[in-house]
């Protein structure tokens, strides 16, 4: 992604912690345009798979997804993947929102 035309003015990549509370991700994603979201945790053997795997992909992506809709600068958009999802995770999702 680094060697996309205009990245190194215009793209910033972000290492930070699924778990943070959403105020963290505020100031994360404070003035960017778009937020791409591929963060999910990775065990090859977890204790616990729900535990270990689920709950902290769910989190995470609720708190990106809570500071993304009260940010004032990213502008939201379905991807087409988003838009074939089917009902069951389209539910998923609007349960998210604040």
Known sequence: MTS???????LSLVKADL?????????????????????SPFILK????HKDLVVPALKGTENVLLAVA???TVKVRGGEGAKKA?????????????
């Open 19 to 39: 778990l943070d509370r959403p105020e963290k991700w505020e100031e994360i994603i404070e003035g960017c345009d778009y937020v791409l979201h591929t963060a």
């Open 4 to 10: 996309l035309p205009n990245a190194s003015s215009s």
């Open 70 to 72: 009260k940010s004032k």
């Open 86 to 98: 089917g009902a069951e995770r389209q539910q998923h999702i609007a349960f998210l929102s604040p």
């Open 46 to 49: 977890p204790k616990d798979a």
